[in-house]
């Protein structure tokens, strides 16, 4: 596993304005692991005690509602820092994170990340735009879930994956997920999600085959979107 210095993945986060003095120190107290596909980065409940910097792979980051079903609140990608809340509040988390495929973490204890809170302003600054951003995604998905349709919520989604993630040599979105996950992200049931996914299909919008989905059509899921 590579030192903090020399990674790449830390210009991609608020790791970029530490020090070479406070990367080196970060370096020598991180964690490296790999999560396999399906495991479970950290619980709802627990204390988390420190920051996951994702060096390769995606994870999903949901939340168990009072009836039984998951909502998908992120997908964590390569870059990211997952886990800053836990800096600031003692609580334990309320959310959940899995590997959507295998993936590459480090593990920066709580005590570190707090000492270069306390001493780096440009840190301290970026980790705080990163958490309002989060709180701004929090936003539009309580406006989305309150005014939107699950089919318009549907193409915004198609839309916003192949954004993030862009596509690979096939065309297709460059990240696969279960036809719960979607619904898990769309907030709705799993068979609700097939039958809009196939509705798509038909109408030329999509193309898809098991997990690969890809986009036919934008200008249709645009104006899906917009409720045309």
Known sequence: MSKCEQCIVRQFNSLKHLSKEELLRMSNCKTSKIIKKGEILFDEGEHINGVFCIKDGVCKVSKMSDNGRNQIVNLVQKGDLLGERSLISEEVSNLKAVALNDMEICFIPKDEIIRDLEKNNNFTMSVLKDMANSLKTADNLIVDMAQKTVKQRLAETLLHLETKFGINADGNINIQLSREDIANIIGTA???????????????????????????????????????
């Open 190 to 228: 799993t068979e609700s999600a097939i039958r809009l996914l196939s509705d798509l299909k038909k109408k030329n919008v999509i193309e898809f085959k098991g997990k690969n989905i890809k986009i036919l059509d934008k200008i249709a899921l645009e104006k899906m979107v917009t409720g045309f």
